[in-house]
């Protein structure tokens, strides 16, 4: 069933109280898409849709919603329903919905849930924002060096329904210390009395707690991880993170840098559930920034008012120079901070990229030049000093874009600052200045202007 048309079917099923057949429905679907079409119901027939769903079916489509609806349905339902769908949910879901809830509702919540749930969530929310630790979940399938396959097969039944992942176990000592994984598909192929000390992979990889989420990112990239376990400072493991947290961390990290990079001060809601007052405070101080930062260009301008009653002309050929050195300069700058996100480039190849970026330029200002001095002498036509002042200050232009572009975010990686930080919207003012003093030097030199 379609997500649009599963939707309406629900609708139509609560609105005509066939419960039954209601629930039915309800089960045929994926958790996912349960989910989905739940999100597009209003409040109070979410609640009524989400209250039919089967006990063990209702915490997987939970896990499936956005925040607000979680929240909503979680303040709506009585204490000893909340406690179970909490109880039910991974302990990092858990944890990420207590982080957005009020202090008072967490704290009536965590005192209906389990003690084992409340000891978990408890944990993971003591890590820092945007650590390995915070992202984490502890419920993973641990053994012991020493267990036979049959023993360790036989503990992963008894606990594996209730864990992330039983495709990796994590074997540790006696003193809890991480020293080697092994995958299911091993324990099956080795004969019940072997110990898994014995063929264990001691070669792992392993983040701390305190790891920044961008570089655990990163890491899975590397290795093509599903899984990747979390220690302390002892190497005692703490927790895992899986892929699936990781996907949701990739597509944070590119919104936010997708934001700083249209000069926009990162969120953490999306759009619809951003209300005006908040997006205003997130997009004026750079407004006000740039507006600020502008105003160099204007006075530019105003010293060569002189040479504009010469040659007013030159007007109107300040709008095409200064948005074609916006443009170049936009197009370098995205393409290295794409490049230092990767890790494709370092501050170390700052002088390859340089050089590397003068040569396009130098063909891409050329071309252009090329092309409006056709246009200028055939359809505007202006004199051919005009023309060649134009023409020149484009070829300058663009070289002195692309090289602003593509030092700037390398400068700001070198010293700390996210290079998304230094994306178009600064690179163009900074762009524009140049390109206007270029512009009217080229002309006081060809046309002699006083």
Not at 177 to 202: C, K, P, Q, W
């Amino acid at each position: 069933m379609e997500e649009s048309r599963g939707t309406e079917y629900l609708k139509e099923l609560l609105d005509s109280k066939q419960y039954t057949k209601l629930r039915q429905a309800l089960e045929e679907e994926l958790d996912a898409d349960v989910a989905a079409s739940l999100g597009e119901l209003d409040e109070e027939d979410m609640l009524k849709v989400f209250r039919i769903l089967p006990k063990d079916q209702a915490a997987e489509v939970f896990s499936y919603l956005d925040v607000d609806a979680q929240q909503y349905i979680i303040t709506s339902l009585s204490d000893k329903d909340a406690g179970l769908i909490m109880d039910n949910l991974m302990a990092d879901d858990a944890a990420d919905l207590m982080d957005e809830m009020p202090a008072n509702v967490v704290k009536r919540i965590l005192a209906n849930v389990s003690p084992e749930t409340r000891r978990d969530v408890n944990h993971l929310l003591r890590y820092p924002e945007d650590s390995a630790g915070s992202i984490m979940t502890v419920e993973y399938v641990d053994l012991k060096e020493n267990l036979t396959v049959e023993e360790a097969i036989a503990r992963i039944r008894r606990v594996g329904l209730d864990r992330e992942t039983v495709n990796i176990c994590y074997v540790l000592d006696s003193k809890r210390r991480l020293i080697g994984t092994v995958s299911l598909r091993y324990l099956l192929l080795h004969e019940s009395a072997e110990v898994i000390g014995d063929f264990m992979n001691e070669n792992v990889v392993s983040v701390n707690t305190l790891t920044d989420q961008e570089e655990v990112a990163e890491l899975f990239k590397k290795y093509d991880f599903t899984a990747m376990p979390v220690v302390d400072n002892e190497n005692r493991l703490v927790g895992i993170i899986t892929v699936d947290d990781i996907m949701d961390i990739m597509e944070e990290e590119a919104t936010e840098d997708i934001e700083k990079m249209n000069a926009i001060l990162p969120g953490d809601k999306p759009y619809m559930r951003t209300g005006v007052w908040e997006t205003w405070k997130k997009r004026i101080p750079w407004l006000l920034l740039l507006m600020i930062s502008a105003t160099f260009t204007g006075g530019i301008i105003t010293s060569f008012e002189d040479s504009l009653r010469q040659y007013v002309v030159l007007t109107a050929f300040i709008p095409m120079l200064m948005d074609t050195g916006g443009n170049a300069g936009g197009q370098a700058s995205a393409t290295i901070i794409r490049g230092l996100s990767l890790n494709d480039i370092g501050f170390s190849d700052i002088f390859r990229v340089i050089w590397k970026e003068i040569r396009v330029a130098a063909l891409c200002g050329l071309t252009l030049a090329a092309c409006n001095f056709l246009k200028l002498m055939l359809f505007d036509r202006v004199g051919l000093t005009v023309a060649a002042v134009v023409c020149l200050t484009l070829v300058v232009t663009v070289v002195l874009a692309k090289a602003v572009g593509c030092t700037l975010p390398m400068a700001a990686k070198r010293i700390g600052f996210d290079p998304a930080v230094m994306a178009s919207p600064f690179i163009t003012t900074i762009v524009d200045a140049l390109s206007l003093m270029v512009y009217f030097r080229f002309a006081a030199t060809l046309l002699h202007l006083s």
